[in-house]
């Protein structure tokens, strides 16, 4: 690894591949990386993973530690919309 490609990813993606992790690693000293964390889920382990620098991770881990839910909402939902029905499960957190 030689360089680092920035891309934006939802933190639903983030916080997956993180719970799936198959490698997690540490990044010390690189002559082409800055120091830091290595994440690779168990889908992406043989094509990419993520490079967090230290002040990158901390604000992650900072923007869920400080995340509220603000409402929630659970029931079942029919095929045409209505919440009244039995067809399908659904659960809100905002």
């Known amino acids: 690894m030689t360089a680092r490609r920035l891309e934006k990813r939802t933190p639903k993606v983030i916080s ?3 719970l799936h ?10 002559a082409y ?36 839910v603000r409402r929630t909402s659970d029931g079942y939902i029919d095929n045409d919309s209505q ?3 039995t067809r399908k499960v659904f659960a809100i957190r905002e």
């Not at 198959?22 to 010390?28: A, D, E, K, M, P």
């Not at 043989?46 to 604000?59: M, N, R």
């Open 83 to 85: 919440v009244s029905g």
């Open 33 to 68: 990386l800055p120091d830091g964390l290595l994440i690779a889920s168990d889908t992406q382990s043989k094509t990419q993973l993520f490079h967090f620098s230290p002040p990158e991770i901390a604000s992650i881990f900072t923007a869920f530690l400080d995340d509220e």
């Open 21 to 30: 992790a198959r490698v997690i690693g540490i990044l010390s000293g690189s």
């Open 16 to 18: 997956d591949k993180m």
